[in-house]
């Protein structure tokens, strides 16, 4: 029983491994290749469809804008994806560690149930006021900085 639980911890780690290196690979694509500048990213069917941007529009481009140390461009892709995608990556990194090494997973503090309400309600607004063409909120909608260094 005690080689079982080695190889499957072994298993675990090395699909761990490869998964950081796949990883890293589509973090150095997304940052060498500009998302505006090439089709090899899905679009956000949402604004294909209807020319509203979702609260995800331009979070592939904010990645990209960080990855090459341009933060104020980041900002202008999605101020929200600086926030989330963090968040969103230490929940994965915590999920998968716990998952290769079997122990079971400890959650973020339980929260009380107003926080997803909150969270939701934050999305929502976010969504509703980067598509008012009145300015400040014409800001939130995804653009480019003129003066921007490449």
Do not use: D
Not at 49 to 77: D, F, K, M, Y
Not at 86 to 92: E, G, K, T, Y
Not at 112 to 126: D, K, M, N, Y
């Amino acid at each position: 029983m005690k080689r079982e639980a080695i190889r499957r911890r072994l298993v675990r780690g090395s699909l761990l491994a490869l998964a950081a290196v796949g990883l890293a690979a589509v973090a150095f694509g997304i940052a060498l290749y500009p998302p505006n500048e090439h089709s090899i990213y899905p679009r956000c069917q949402l604004h294909s469809l209807t020319g509203l941007h979702c609260p995800g529009c331009g979070t592939t481009r904010a990645v990209h804008s960080l990855l090459n140390g341009r933060i104020e461009q980041a900002i202008a892709w999605n101020p929200l994806a600086l926030i989330v995608v963090p968040i969103l990556a230490v929940a994965l990194i915590r999920s998968l560690w716990s998952w290769a090494w079997e122990r079971p997973a400890k959650p973020f503090r339980r929260s009380p149930a107003w926080i997803a309400a909150v969270i939701g309600t934050i999305l929502v607004l976010f969504g509703i006021l980067r598509n008012v063409p009145i300015e400040p909120f014409s800001r939130l909608a995804p653009h480019e900085i003129v003066n921007a260094p490449e």
